[in-house]
Nanobody, 125 residues
Framework: QVQLVESGGGSVQAGGSLRLSCAASGITTGNYCMAWFRQAPGKEREGVAV???????GYADSVKGRFTTYRDNAKNTLYLQMNRLKPEDTAMYYCAAVWDLCPSPWVRSVGYNSWGQGTQVTVSS
């Protein structure tokens, strides 16, 4: 059974940094397309970043140059390093995974069949 558990969220001032983690069990992360999504109150869930062996990595325009995703396959853990945070980055952040190929486009949330419970990120101005 696949389990994804996010951690690392919290409250930070604008300009600060956070690193989110997604610990995976029941899968080998290197064989999966893994992504970060976020959802703010009253807004739709949006793709933030993706990483896959046969894809590389990709980012939403709103976070390019500020966020970096990477994974440690030995630890079966996905990370999201978030720098220069802005108040508009405030949201619940979710880790998602699907075996092998990423959905097309990768931001298509229905294409992922495993999800974590989320971790809250709050950025104050």
């Amino acid at each position: 059974q696949v389990q994804l558990v996010e951690s690392g969220g919290g409250s930070v001032q604008a300009g600060g940094s956070l690193r989110l983690s997604c610990a995976a069990s029941g899968i080998t992360t290197g064989n999966y397309c893994m992504a970060w999504f976020r959802q703010a109150p009253g807004k739709e869930r949006e793709g933030v970043a993706v990483i896959a062996t046969n894809y590389g990595s990709g980012y939403a325009d709103s976070v390019k140059g500020r966020f970096t995703t990477y994974r440690d396959n030995a630890k079966n853990t996905l990370y999201l390093q978030m720098n220069r945070l802005k108040p508009e980055d405030t949201a619940m952040y979710y880790c998602a995974a699907v075996w092998d190929l990423c959905p097309s486009p990768w931001v298509r949330s229905v294409g992922y069949n495993s999800w974590g419970q989320g971790t809250q990120v709050t950025v104050s101005s």
